[in-house]
């Protein structure tokens, strides 16, 4: 059975970056669209960027244009996500999610596989 696992977060202050890991094992990426979604407290889930399983499509949340980089290495079978010039309201547990040959949707209806979470603190 295939597993996703985050890593990378921790508590950052306002202007800080951090790089996001998406660990895969027992299921290889090269088929799947991955995504990353976020979690704020009180807040519903938010999609925030999604890489297809081509690589040749990237999409974005409007929050995370021009601060957020997605990107994938296949031979560690791993999706990043470099997080910059952070703020406050970017505090969340950030999900990563895999979806076979997906379109890279926002929605998180298609993803079948999904991490535990990692925390991501923003200080002001």
């Known amino acids: 059975q295939g597993q996703l696992v985050e890593s990378g977060g921790g508590l950052v202050q306002s202007g800080g970056s951090l790089r996001l890991s998406c660990a895969a094992s027992?299921?290889?990426?090269?088929?799947?669209?991955v995504a990353w979604f976020r979690q704020a407290p009180g807040k519903d889930s938010e999609f925030v960027a999604s890489?297809?399983?081509?690589?040749?499509?990237?999409y974005y949340a409007t929050s995370a244009k021009g601060r957020f980089t997605i990107s994938r290495d296949r031979a560690k079978n791993t999706v990043y996500l470099q997080v910059n010039s952070l703020k406050p309201e970017d505090t969340a547990v950030y999900y990563c999610?895999?979806?076979?040959w997906g379109t890279g949707t926002y929605s998180p209806t298609p993803y079948d596989y999904w991490g535990q979470g990692t925390q991501v603190t923003v200080s002001s």
């Open positions: 027992g299921v290889g990426l090269g088929t799947y669209t």
């Open positions: 999610a895999a979806d076979q």
């Open positions: 890489t297809t399983y081509s690589g040749d499509t990237t």
